[in-house]
């Protein structure tokens, strides 16, 4: 906001020098037009490059002092020089071009400079107003007293204006900083519950659940599947292997056919062509499906299912199905979490909806979809 303010001063300085300027030319004649043609050239000519300077600068950047220097000095010779560069009949009543350039130039000052700096150019302006309105006049401007208090004030309350700016911009980007710190931290705290919950559901799936199986008498002890099983599941809960991130892009056949190969359930599935979806949403379908055919082998009472993989309208959807004997979903206890977190919790985070339907006796089917597809 400051850096606006800053460019819209200069702007508003060189606006009013050329623009002035030019009008104040249709009111001379004979020398007096000459030589008022060359001075007003040369000041519109330094006002621009003064200004562009001015343009290009930053919103703590204050104007060198060489530049502040040459351009006091110009516009000082040019306000004293009035005899040239005003009508002869005209009178000093802040209505004249030559007090619109004072003014403007005395404001935008207080925007680039200090507040000694400003007040001094300031005070130097007026004086070289007034020298040139006596130069041009003489001692009959009884109404000069009045354009210099208002220009003194102009000073002042350009100066006011500009600290509330300043205050205002450093407060908003003090307000903005601070709701960016919020929201970063708000986002690593959601990141972060995230990953606990993703954690404890892998752990939930891998695990938790082949420990339970084995004392449940599921499982036969020294099987081959259950060394299996316990290698990959030691190596899905390894936090270098968690650390690693995953191509942007998977293929999810290809992880579906190594998920359902390596379950204790016999999966009935068609040929699994090459199917490519981004790796948040095609990792929870895993390990959704992992849930699934672990609930089938642990609860289901039957060796067997079913995977299919289809595109409707509602996207990508891959379904579970079993013939076994089905349970009450709405008598699931809320200590249990294998179908909220496993399923229907890890398919929301990746954007995605799980759902489970099962009537006792008649089978049960997980539902996954994702959109995106």
């Known amino acids: 906001m400051l850096r606006t303010s800053l460019r819209w001063a200069a702007a508003s300085r060189m606006v009013v020098a050329v623009g002035c300027g030019c009008f104040g030319l249709f009111l001379l004649s004979g020398s007096r037009l000459a030589v008022a043609s060359v001075v007003t050239a040369g000041l519109i000519a ?12 930053q919103g703590g950047d204050r104007v060198g002092a060489r530049w502040l220097t040459a351009d006091l000095a110009i516009t000082c010779g040019v306000l004293a020089g009035q005899y040239w560069l005003i009508p002869p ?17 005395i404001v935008t000052y207080q925007w680039h400079t200090s507040p000694r700096v400003g007040a001094l150019a300031a005070v130097l302006l007026v004086a070289a107003y007034w020298v040139g309105i006596q130069t041009a006049i003489g001692d009959n401007g009884g109404s000069w007293p009045a354009p210099a208090i208002w220009l003194l004030a102009d000073a002042l309350l350009s100066r006011g204006l500009f600290v509330m700016v300043r205050r205002g911009g450093r407060r908003a980007d003090e307000y903005l900083a601070a709701g960016d710190r919020k929201r970063a931290a708000a986002e690593f705290s959601r990141a972060r519950r995230a990953d606990e919950r993703e954690h404890l559901a ?9 420990l339970l199986m084995v004392g449940l008498g599921t499982v036969p002890g020294r099987s081959d599947w259950l060394q299996q099983q316990a290698r990959r599941d030691l190596a899905l809960l390894d936090p270098e292997v968690r650390a690693v991130r995953p191509e942007p892009v998977l293929d999810l056949a290809t992880m579906l056919a190594e998920t359902t190969a390596a379950g204790q359930v ?32 642990r609860h289901a009472g039957v060796p067997e299912a079913t995977l299919s993989i289809s595109r409707e309208a509602s996207g990508l959807v891959v379904e579970i199905r079993d013939q076994g004997v089905g349970f009450a979903p709405d008598r699931i206890p809320l200590t249990r979490r294998g179908i909220s ?3 229907t919790a890890r398919m929301t985070r ?22 995106g597809v």
């Open 266 to 297: 016999t999966v009935h599935h068609p040929p699994l062509g090459e199917l490519m979806v981004p790796s948040l949403p095609a990792l929870a379908i895993r390990d959704s499906v992992r849930e699934a055919l672990t609930n089938v082998a």
């Open 46 to 57: 330094w006002t621009l490059v003064f200004c562009i300077r001015m343009l290009r600068m």
């Open 202 to 210: 892998t752990l939930h799936d891998t695990a938790a659940a082949t």
């Open 89 to 105: 009949d005209s009178v000093p009543d802040g209505t004249g071009w030559m007090n619109a350039l004072v003014a403007m130039t």
């Open 350 to 371: 990746a954007g995605g909806v799980g759902t489970v339907s099962s009537v006792p006796g008649s089978g049960t089917v997980v539902r996954l979809e994702w959109a």
């Open 341 to 343: 977190e496993s399923i």
